[in-house]
């Protein structure tokens, strides 16, 4: 069971990590987010988005291999995820590419919810 735990705060992590490409090149915030990267202040704001998704993605890297980090990245992540969640669904006029973003939160979430279930049933 912990090497399923693993493998899916390796993946959830990596999905995390992806929008980093948009701190290299804000370009990618059009392809991501369906929205370009108009002005100096939303290139900034986009740039360091990128950044701490990046950091809850190697948390939860870590946390694949290092059990004793698990309830913090996945805490991490989950009011990441949330937050980003509760500002879509909120919202009206939201592009497709944000409304996907949220889904594949929406199955991050549950597949953190199950990595948390194994953690602490196999304790």
Same mark, same amino acid.
């Given at each position: 069971?912990?090497?399923?735990?693993?493998?899916?705060?390796?993946?959830?992590?990596?999905?995390?990590?992806?929008?980093?490409?948009?701190?290299?090149?804000p370009?990618?915030?059009? %392809?991501?987010?369906?929205v370009?990267?108009?002005?100096?202040?939303?290139?900034?704001?986009? %740039?360091?988005?990128?950044?701490?998704?990046?950091?809850?993605?190697?948390?939860?890297?870590?946390?694949?291999?290092?059990? !004793?980090?698990?309830?913090?990245?996945?805490?991490?992540?989950?009011?990441?995820?949330?937050?980003?969640?509760?500002?879509?669904?909120?919202a009206?006029?939201?592009n497709? !590419?944000?409304r996907?973003?949220?889904?594949?939160?929406?199955?991050?979430?549950?597949?953190?919810?199950a990595v948390?279930?194994?953690?602490?049933?196999?304790?």
């Open positions: 069971m912990d090497k399923i735990a693993s493998v899916i705060l390796a993946i959830v992590g990596i999905l995390n990590l992806l929008p980093v490409a948009v701190f290299f090149d370009t990618k915030t059009l %392809r991501f987010y369906g370009p990267a108009q002005g100096t202040d939303l290139t900034i704001l986009m %740039r360091h988005r990128s950044v701490l998704l990046a950091l809850v993605g190697i948390a939860l890297i870590v946390a694949a291999f290092k059990p !004793e980090y698990r309830v913090f990245a996945i805490s991490l992540a989950l009011i990441s995820k949330v937050a980003f969640i509760y500002l879509t669904f909120s009206v006029g939201y497709p !590419e944000i996907q973003v949220a889904l594949i939160d929406v199955g991050a979430i549950v597949l953190l919810l948390l279930g194994i953690h602490f049933y196999t304790k």
